[in-house]
């Protein structure tokens, strides 16, 4: 746009005569739109390009997390993979026998028979069972354990308290490096003791429980374990109530 302004010139002291003059004067609008015309312009070409970054480098982050994701499952199911097969070539090595005992047969034992091949009753990768005793295929880790389960009459005749029955069971070792017999586990339990503190005993009243026994040893190739019982009269050999087994770790 453009200005114009009235000047009033002088010619002279006796005469005066008024002259108009017409002067330019330019507008300093217009240079501001157009300058903010262009910084505008500049912001939004700014901001497509900063979007255009963002999105992209978001989506290469969900890329990649959805890569390192399917790795990370990949390596877990290797992992556990690894592992099972691990625990289970190590654990081929196990046995697991079932007690019997006989009171009432031609030879009276003194001791706690195990069996093999019956009931639950197995043994592989190496172990034997030889004179009622577990032989140890190679040195290594291995978990011990053993159950004797008890039926005790806590009644005697004419219906009297029998008292305290003492129940133990042990497990012993024999090893070559030891030279002698040792006790790996061991434990003594009384029965009929809340009987008898109560005082009251009613007809074929009974006390059940079971001596459970487990543990994790190094043991030697050769190495013998057995077990030793008392009350075998007593005991409950039904399946899966009285046993005896090792297996590898």
Same mark, same amino acid.
Not at 16 to 45: D, N, P
């Given at each position: ?14 005469? /005066? ?6 002067? &330019? ?11 903010? =015309?262009? =910084?505008? =312009?500049?912001? *939004? ?20 997390? #959805?890569?390192?994701?399917? %790795? ?5 199911? %290797? ?8 625990? !289970? ?9 079932? !007690?019997?005992?006989?009171? &009432? ?13 019956? !009931?639950? #009753?197995? #043994?592989?990768? !190496?172990?034997? *069972? ?17 159950? #004797?389960?008890? /039926? ?8 009297? %308290?029998?008292?305290?029955?003492? =129940? ?17 586990? %061991? ?63």
């Amino acid at each position: 746009m453009v200005g114009y302004s009235d000047v009033d010139v002088e010619c002279g002291p006796e005469e /005066r005569q008024r002259t108009v003059v017409m002067v &330019e004067r330019s507008s300093s609008s217009g240079w501001i739109w157009k300058a903010s =015309l262009v =910084l505008v =312009l500049v912001l *939004l070409c700014f901001g497509l390009l900063f979007f255009t970054w963002t999105w992209r480098r978001s989506s290469d982050m969900m890329v990649r997390s #959805a890569d390192s994701a399917k %790795s990370d499952v990949f390596c877990s199911s %290797s992992d556990l993979h690894l592992t099972l097969s691990q625990i !289970g070539n190590r654990a081929t090595a196990a046995i697991h026998l079932e !007690g019997s005992y006989d009171e &009432e047969g031609e030879i009276q034992n003194e001791q706690l028979e195990w069996r093999n091949g019956e !009931g639950q #009753a197995f #043994a592989q990768g !190496g172990f034997q *069972l030889k004179n009622n005793r577990i032989v140890i295929p190679e040195s290594g880790l291995y978990f011990v354990y053993s159950q #004797a389960s008890y /039926r005790v009459s806590c009644s005697g005749e004419g219906g009297a %308290s029998k008292g305290f029955t003492s =129940l133990s069971h042990r497990i012993w070792r024999h090893s070559d490096s030891v030279g002698n017999k040792v006790t790996l586990m %061991s434990a003594v339990r009384s029965a009929c003791q809340s009987l008898a503190q109560d005082h009251v005993l009613r007809d074929n009243q009974g006390w059940y429980n079971a001596i459970y026994l487990g543990a994790v040893f190094q043991l030697n190739k050769d190495d013998e374990l057995w077990t030793e019982t008392t009350q075998l009269s007593q005991l409950d050999t039904d399946e899966g109530k009285t046993f005896f087994g090792v297996f590898a770790l």
